[in-house]
């Protein structure tokens, strides 16, 4: 069947380091692959787009990677902080012409300072 | 530029009864997209729309149902309310999809539903 996993369900790592997770994802081949960060008691958030010709996207703190012989997909906070504090979800759209995106469970990250 | 705008933000109902949730989307954004969210399944689409035309529907009961209207806001009905359909509903708006490329969804602050 297909689905999309994200690593574990939460995360709590020491301000400063490197937070690192995972969205695998078996039977899709998607062109693109998102990343939101979502609040509690708001929508997602938008944060970065990787094409699936695309090894590598940075955005300031940010970075994603997107291997598509693994069928994965890594998200790197580096230097974190507690207002990194969310939980992440990542997104897929199944194939071109579908109007739609696949979202991952979410991986809730807490920064401790 | 306004956000995506949901009404109302929280909504109480008893079973058996039906709901309609609104969605204006950010101007000039004409494809609306709908989502279910509960702890236990993530976000789980439920349909979209692009000019008042559903283009995909998820995997969900007919008793959920949409619209939109030509000045691109829209709604979602559902019908005979089960315990089960308490979550959050989002809606998320975007533009035009072009050269197939998918476009970034900027999403409401949702609708929260309780069925008692």
């Known amino acids: 069947s297909q689905k999309i996993e994200q690593n574990s369900e939460a995360l709590n790592i020491q301000e400063g380091k490197t937070a690192t997770l995972t969205c695998n994802y078996t039977?899709?081949?998607?062109?693109?692959l998102q990343w939101y960060r979502q609040d509690p008691g708001r929508g997602p958030v938008f944060l970065l787009l990787?094409?699936?010709?695309?090894k590598e996207k940075r955005k300031e703190r940010l970075k994603v990677t997107f291997d598509t012989t693994l069928k994965q997909s890594l998200f790197h906070i580096t230097a974190s902080q507690p207002a990194d504090s969310a939980t992440y979800l990542c997104?897929?759209?199944?194939?071109?012409?579908?109007?739609?995106?696949?979202f991952g469970t979410g991986t809730r990250l807490k920064v401790l300072a | 530029k306004a956000g995506v705008t949901q009404t109302p933000r929280y909504l109480i109902k008893t079973r058996g009864q039906q709901v309609t949730l609104s969605c204006s989307p950010i101007?000039?954004?004409?494809?609306v997209s709908w989502y279910q969210q509960t702890p236990g399944q993530g976000l789980q689409f439920l349909f979209e729309?692009?000019?008042?035309?559903?283009?995909n529907k998820g995997n969900f009961p007919g008793r959920f149902s949409g619209r939109q209207f030509s000045n691109s806001r829209s709604e979602m009905n559902v019908s005979t309310l089960e315990l089960g359909d308490s979550a959050l509903y989002l809606c998320?708006?975007?533009?035009?999809?072009?050269?197939?490329?998918?476009?970034?969804?900027?999403f409401g602050a949702g609708t929260r539903l309780s069925v008692l």
């Open positions: 039977n899709y081949s998607p062109a693109y």
């Open positions: 729309y692009f000019s008042e035309t559903q283009r």
């Open positions: 997104a897929l759209d199944p194939g071109s012409l579908t109007y739609k995106y696949i």
């Open positions: 101007s000039g954004h004409r494809s």
């Open positions: 998320a708006s975007s533009l035009t999809q072009t050269d197939g490329v998918k476009n970034i969804q900027y």
């Open positions: 990787i094409r699936e010709n695309e």
